[in-house]
């Protein structure tokens, strides 16, 4: 290929570079996978599970008994006195001279349900043949997609899978490059250049005397293709120059775990909810099974409506796509102490108290850097969260035997330095 006046010049055997999806009927049917496309999204090419029998509607799951956690005081000043040791600006006289008044229990129930889902979709894929085996229709009938077997993982895990079905191979010539291997560039339309974008073509830059030859493209104002390298032509992106490529189905597991879980909203109205849904509860109820039954005799009978209503949900949304292979449901305790007590009897102060794990923990800290609030805050072991109001400074701890306090802004904080006093 030489060069003329700019323009390179090209065989006219050379196509235009094509679709990379195969024309329709293009690749061979195969048995159980009429529906399978050239790509697409697992959730429109799945194959419908094999049925099986819903849960007998007139068993139930029953709940034991739950006893309501109580706090102490001795419990509540040795946290808040654990908490002021580790801040060096924080006096702990007031944690020592505190007086409470009223303890009161607050019992949260979390419901959560799981439903472990296996779904199988199948596309058609290709590889550049090179000589490899070829696993074809004449060494055998490809396996329906519910029967090709595949390693399980773990239960309640995400994860996704491809597998190339058995005896699904066939070769056949590129129909990108019409089998020629190469293909014309559609950057450059086979020309070998392309305009050059920092003289807008022109060879130069500037007008009058600060005019001056263009230095990346040298006056002439077109550059060297960067796609093809000047050739005009480009390896085909199908069959990388091979001219056949390989073609296969392959199939697409995905295991989900698919969550409901439901808190009573109006329970601890003062509590953020948003901070109540990422705390980690005591879980004294897991009942674990195929398809499991709705909860019936629990004391509140609003996690016992929202069992049978999650459990026929997700039954009526994931069986007709995918296969249910475990489902779990467990009622979690979020114990809540609400604490009045007053200091020198100037305060009136408030403590709450709630399980959670060290998942929160990140979210709080931000929290606390976010608001920059002043005033008491202490906690038993670890971590703690703010909510600004009009007139107090609302805290709540965090830990599986936090503590929380909210008190007037600076009540309980004081200065360590000598000149004023401090502790």
Known sequence: MDEKEGFVEIGPKIPEEGPSAPPPGWLDCVSGYEGSKGGGDPDENYHAPPPYAPPDSNQNAHVPNVREPTVSEDVAREAL??????????????????????????????????????????????????????????????????EVPVPYPQKYTDVTMQVRVPHSCLVKPCHQCQSMGSVRCSRCFSRGHVRCVHCFGHGHRGVGKNRRRCTLCHGRGVRRCICCHGRGIKVCPSCEGQRNLLHFLQLTIVWKNNIMAYIPPD???????????????????????????????????????????????????????????????????????????????????????????????????????????RGLHFISTHKMMFSRTHKHDWFQSVHNHGLGLQAEPGALKHDRHPAQGGF
């Open 267 to 373: 329970k601890v109205p003062e509590f953020p909810m948003e901070k109540l849904e990422s705390v980690s509860g005591d879980a004294f109820f897991e009942d674990e099974n195929l398809l499991v039954y709705p909860i019936v005799g629990f004391p509140d009978q609003e996690i016992c409506a929202i069992s049978k209503k999650g459990i026929e949900e997700h039954i009526a949304k994931f069986s007709s796509s995918r296969r249910i292979l475990q489902q779990r449901q467990t009622i979690e305790l979020v114990p809540v102490t609400q604490a009045f007590y007053n200091y020198h009897g100037k305060l009136s102060l408030q403590l709450q108290k709630y399980a959670t794990t060290a998942g929160i923990l990140k979210s709080i800290k931000a929290s606390l850097k976010k608001l920059k609030l």
């Open 81 to 146: 006195l654990k908490y002021v040791e580790k801040k060096w600006s924080y006096s702990s006289k007031p944690a020592k001279n505190l007086v409470f008044k009223d303890l009161k229990p607050i019992t949260v129930y979390r419901y959560r349900l799981e439903t472990y889902t296996e779904l199988r979709s199948s596309n058609w894929a290709s590889e550049p043949y090179r000589g490899q085996f070829v696993d074809g229709p004449e060494n055998g009938r490809s396996p329906p997609p519910w």
